[in-house]
């Protein structure tokens, strides 16, 4: 499903990625371990199509990463960095807007926003801007706003990032379920519980030279 072969990224003769390869198929979940700097990061911008390989290759079911194409943007979802927020709109509303920009009828969006906000702790906060949240509570809207929309792959930076170890397990019983659903799952992460309660398999980057 994603193949990424000597894929390697450098920007004016620095490296941002050492050859990397990875294969992951469907309903696998895979996490990017590393050092700070190692191009965990890089690897996911790849998978996504945010940034193309100065040499090597990476396709998404036998093609390069499109982000322009539909088709391809609804095979994918991704949240590299938390995602724009719509200032102006309650948590509730914004994951169902998405859910609507994907096809579903607004009552099935709404259902399926407020599904999503519960699974992670947040129905308390389904009425609350974005301006209305802490750290960790926007951490977990962008995770709803991302995991919201139908996907076949799931593509995540850090998704332990602001968590306290409640708000944590829910994000791993959501991945779970998604994995079990037949969903693919790629993460880059420096949460050893993350990878050990999601049964993770680590595809261990190294610092470009
Ligand atoms: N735009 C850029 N120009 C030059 N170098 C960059 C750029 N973006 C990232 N880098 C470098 O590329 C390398 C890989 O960065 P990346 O963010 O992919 O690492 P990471 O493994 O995700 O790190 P962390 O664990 O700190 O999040 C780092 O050395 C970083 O300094």
Redesign the pocket.
Known sequence: MIDVTRAE?S??G????APTSMSVGRGEIVA?R????????????LIVGQTTPSAGTVTVSGRAPRPRDHDFRAQVAAMIGLPPFARDLTLLEQATLIGITWGLPTDAARSDAGEVLDELGMSRLVDRFPHELSSGQTQLAGLALTLVRPADIVVL??PEQRLDDERLGRVISVLRQRADAGGTVVF?T?SDRLVADLGARTVL?Q??A
Do not use: S
């Open positions: 990224v920007i004016d620095v490296g941002l990625l990017l590393g050092p700070n700097g190692a191009g965990k990061t890089t690897a996911l911008r930076d850090e880059a420096h980057l610092e470009a």
